[in-house]
T-cell receptor, first 118, second 107 residues
Framework: GAVVSQHPSWVICKSGTSVKIECRSL??????MFWYRQFPKQSLMLMAT?????????EQGVEKDKFLINHASLTLSTLTVTSAHPEDSSFYIC??????????????FGPGTRLTVL | QKEVEQNSGPLSVPEGAIASLNCTYS??????FFWYRQYSGKSPELIMS????GDKEDGRFTAQLNKASQYVSLLIRDSQPSDSATYLC???????FGKGTRLSVIA
C-alpha cells in the first residue's frame, strides 16, 4: 500500500506558540490530503481537506485561522497549529488518497503526531 | 458529516472464534466502504475495502456489503489476541468515522 509519513511524531510546546506538522506521501502523488484529530478514547474527527494548489476546506467548527493548512506540492501538506493552548493537545493524523493507483479510493494514514501543549 | 453507526462494544471473543463487527450507514449514495484497525495510541490501518454488494475475503477477514439494507460487516475468523483493537468502518471520501468497535480476543 501507499506510504504516508508525518513529522514530528510527537511535540511538546508552550502555550501560545505555533507548531507545524508535516505530512508527506512517500511513493505516490496526493492531490488531496486530509487532516484528522483524535482525543483520548474518542473517534477520529475530520478537521479539513487539503487540496494541492488551493485553499483547504474546513469542517464545521474548525477554526481556519487557528489551524493553517498549506498543500504546496503533490507530496506535502502542512498543518500549523497557531497560538496553541492546552485544549489543542491531541493526536493529529493525516491521510492521503493515491489517485493514480489501483486503489484510488482508499485513504492511507500517516503514523500521527502527538501534540502536548503545556 | 455523513454518519456511520457502530456498536462501540467492547466485543469479547475467545481465541479461535469468529468475531463479527457491524456497521450501518445513512448515505445511500455511498459507493465504497472501508474497515480500518486502530491499535491504542496508533493511527488507523486499512484492512479491507469493499465496493460491491456481497462478500469479499482476504485471509482471515471477510467484508460483507448490503447496500439495500445499508450495512457493512467484517468477520474475523480464527481470532487471535493480536486482533484486539478498535475497528472502524467508513464510507466514501473523505472518510468520516464512527466511534468504532473495540474488540478483545481472550486467550
Amino acid at each position: 500500500g501507499a506510504v504516508v509519513s508525518q513529522h514530528p511524531s510527537w511535540v511538546i510546546c508552550k502555550s501560545g506558540t505555533s507548531v507545524k506538522i508535516e505530512c508527506r506521501s512517500l511513493d505516490f502523488q496526493a492531490t488531496t490530503m486530509f487532516w484528522y484529530r483524535q482525543f483520548p478514547k474518542q473517534s477520529l474527527m475530520l478537521m479539513a481537506t487539503s487540496n494541492e494548489g488551493s485553499k483547504a476546506t474546513y469542517e464545521q467548527g474548525v477554526e481556519k485561522d487557528k489551524f493553517l493548512i498549506n498543500h504546496a506540492s503533490l507530496t506535502l501538506s502542512t498543518l500549523t497549529v497557531t497560538s496553541a493552548h492546552p485544549e489543542d493537545s491531541s493526536f493529529y493524523i493525516c491521510s492521503a488518497r493515491d489517485w493514480g493507483g489501483a486503489s484510488y479510493n482508499e485513504q492511507f494514514f500517516g503514523p500521527g503526531t502527538r501534540l502536548t501543549v503545556l | 458529516q455523513k454518519e456511520v453507526e457502530q456498536n462501540s462494544g467492547p466485543l469479547s471473543v475467545p481465541e479461535g472464534a469468529i468475531a463479527s463487527l457491524n456497521c450501518t450507514y445513512s448515505d445511500r449514495g455511498s459507493q465504497s466502504f472501508f474497515w480500518y484497525r486502530q491499535y491504542s495510541g496508533k493511527s488507523p490501518e486499512l484492512i479491507m475495502s469493499i465496493y460491491s454488494n456481497g462478500d469479499k475475503e482476504d485471509g482471515r477477514f471477510t467484508a460483507q456489503l448490503n447496500k439495500a439494507s445499508q450495512y457493512v460487516s467484517l468477520l474475523i475468523r480464527d481470532s487471535q489476541p493480536s486482533d484486539s483493537a478498535t475497528y472502524l468502518c467508513a464510507g466514501n471520501t473523505p472518510l468520516v468515522f464512527g466511534k468504532g468497535t473495540r474488540l478483545s480476543v481472550i486467550a
